[in-house]
């Protein structure tokens, strides 16, 4: 709630941070006294060391960010998936929360101890490169979309969650391949950093979802020559579509299905498809998301065959 026009400097700070201050900060507009008061009387609560909640109710989503933001120290700001979720970024991992902090702040830790059953497991990363162009001004300060993303990648637990992070970013249009490559330029030591340039130039050439990405490797990787990526045509109805894959010469569809296919609605749909895509003229093999990551050999073993049926020759 907006303070109202009486507000002191405390309320207002309250205001800003969701009610998380340090005890520095709390100290400079209260005496010792009365800070420790509140906290005997229970009208606030103690968080963790230098933390205090001017209130005592269970840590909300915004005063857990906050908690991790100030915990972390001078110059922390919510970083990697943490601060790509606040950005707008659907799917990510909302725990541990993910904070960066200036390299030459040798005494941080990796995590944050002694938090509340109420607050998350905070990571801490370190770096010696944060221009200001990476910093997004908001409450609490965080990365931009674009760095969030290149260090998710880089923190991820796996190649798959890693390439689905980036992934995930640019098909939501909350970042662009451009903004992405901008970052990566400047991070020459990034973890990850050649698989993160790959997917970049991945994701440029059409490939957003992460199953789209993995079948473009599947052709780089058996030689089959390169699709075009979301290839827009209008199918018989008028109806603008989205090919996933398609080789113009051979007049070849390539369709990957992710879970939602399975729906019996959508089976449906997907038939209609298939069929204005025959009567074109031209070819459609549709393959599961799992089976071209499972069994790449089948699927390229199929692909081979459609194209050279086609006219194709290796």
């Not at 509140?38 to 909300?60: E, K, M, P, Q, Y």
């Not at 451009?178 to 400047?186: M, S």
């Not at 030591?189 to 789209?212: F, K, N, Y």
């Not at 449906?268 to 204005?276: F, G, I, K, P, V």
Request: charged fraction near 25%; hydrophobic fraction near 45%.
């Amino acid at each position: 709630m907006l303070p109202t026009d009486d507000a002191d400097a405390l309320d207002w700070l309250a205001f800003e941070q969701a009610g998380v201050l340090t005890t520095a900060q709390a100290t400079r507009l209260l005496t010792e006294g009365v800070v420790r008061g509140r906290i005997r009387s229970g009208r606030w609560r103690s968080i963790c060391r230098a933390i205090l909640l001017t209130g005592n109710g269970r840590l909300t989503r915004d005063q857990q960010l906050w908690v991790a933001v100030l915990a972390a120290g001078p110059g922390a700001v919510l970083a990697g998936a943490t601060a790509a979720t606040e950005a707008g970024v659907r799917g990510l991992r909302i725990e541990p929360l993910h904070v960066l902090v200036p390299a030459v702040r040798r005494a941080a830790r990796t995590s944050l101890r002694r938090l509340p059953i109420d607050m998350p497991a905070v990571l801490v990363h370190r770096t010696s490169v944060l221009p200001e162009a990476h910093v997004q001004l908001g409450r609490p300060p965080r990365t931009t979309t674009a760095r969030s993303l290149v260090d998710a990648a880089g923190w991820a637990r796996t190649v798959d969650e890693a390439q689905g992070l980036l992934a995930a970013g640019c098909q939501q249009r909350r970042v662009l391949a451009d903004e992405l490559d901008a970052v990566l330029a400047v991070l020459p030591r990034a973890p990850r950093r050649r698989l993160i340039r790959q997917t970049i130039d991945d994701v440029a050439g059409g490939a957003q979802a992460l199953s789209e990405i993995d079948f473009v490797r599947l052709c780089r990787r058996y030689r089959l020559p390169a699709p075009d990526l979301q290839k827009h045509r209008v199918d018989a109805a008028g109806r603008n579509r989205w090919l996933d894959a398609y080789w113009r010469e051979w007049r070849l569809q390539v369709e990957i299905d992710g879970a939602h296919h399975m729906d019996v609605r959508q089976w449906a749909a997907d038939m209609r498809r298939q069929n204005d895509v025959w009567t074109s003229g031209d070819r459609i093999l549709r393959f599961p998301a799992w089976l071209v990551r499972a069994r790449p050999d089948e699927v390229a073993a199929t692909v081979r065959g459609a194209l050279v049926a086609a006219g194709w020759r290796t």
